[in-house]
């Protein structure tokens, strides 16, 4: 059963770079039928998608944050990565990777998480 | 952009009732790029609803959504106690490429 695991620091200075990286089990990060996400969600408030990546490299990301964000794949250790540059305490949240699928019968939803890891922006 | 709306704001039932949830786009959303998300406290969301209508694997048959073009809606048809979350609705299609709404919170009474 696939499941995906977030691992980083729970705490960033301000200014700093965020580094998150999804680790994924039980499945091949290696497929065309799916694109791979971060979600994050600050204390108390709603969910904003940050950037998928698919196994090749290809990309689509959230405007608002695309000019701090880079996202990337590492096929031979079935991770993919986040860095969000420049953070400030609004970048304080839960962050979630999670799977996509885009094959013709795929979902194009969200359909597996992992369990979100608490990063706080302060010095 | 588009942005999803969604209403009410918090529902408070009892259980056994019917609780209906609305998503309403500013733009019109392909279906099949539409769905909803349910989340309990601490969890991660989980996705119960895709291609609008498309109920995702193991979710239980008394969730259904509904919709299209602007205005879709989740049905929750016999409300039990485990049904206490917050529900989102998501589309991708749009620029930027993928939202969610802010979310209803189902309280059971």
């Known amino acids: 059963q696939l499941q995906l695991q977030e691992s980083g620091p729970g705490l960033v200075k301000p200014s700093e770079t965020l580094s998150l990286t999804c680790t994924v089990s039980?499945?091949?990060?290696?497929?065309?039928?799916?694109?791979w996400g971060w979600i994050r969600q600050p204390p108390g408030k709603g969910l904003e998608w940050i950037e998928n990546?698919?196994?090749?490299?290809?990309?689509y990301h959230n405007p608002s944050l695309k000019s701090r964000v880079t996202i990337s794949l590492d096929s031979s250790m079935n991770q993919f990565s986040l860095l969000l540059r420049s953070v400030t305490a609004a970048d304080t949240a839960v962050y979630y990777c999670?799977?996509?699928?885009?094959?013709?019968?795929?979902?194009?939803?969200?359909?597996?998480w992992g369990q979100g890891t608490m990063v706080t922006v302060s010095s | 952009e588009i942005v999803l709306t969604q209403s009410p704001g918090t529902l408070s039932l009892s259980p056994g009732a019917r609780a209906t949830l609305s998503c309403r786009a500013s733009?019109?959303?392909?279906?099949?790029?539409f769905a909803w998300y349910q989340q309990k406290p601490g969890q991660a969301p989980r996705l119960l609803i895709y291609?609008?209508?498309s109920r995702a694997t193991g979710i239980p048959d008394r969730f259904s959504g509904s919709g299209s073009g602007t205005d879709f809606t989740l049905t929750i048809s016999r409300l039990e106690p485990e049904d206490n979350a917050v529900y989102f609705c998501?589309?991708?299609?749009?620029?930027?490429?993928?939202?969610f709404g802010g979310g209803t919170t189902v309280e059971i009474k």
């Open positions: 039980g499945g091949s990060i290696n497929s065309r039928n799916y694109y």
């Open positions: 990546i698919n196994h090749s490299g290809s990309t």
């Open positions: 998501q589309q991708y299609g749009g620029s930027p490429a993928l939202t």
């Open positions: 733009q019109t959303v392909v279906s099949r790029y």
């Open positions: 291609a609008a209508s």
């Open positions: 999670a799977r996509y699928p885009v094959a013709t019968d795929g979902s194009f939803a969200f359909d597996i």
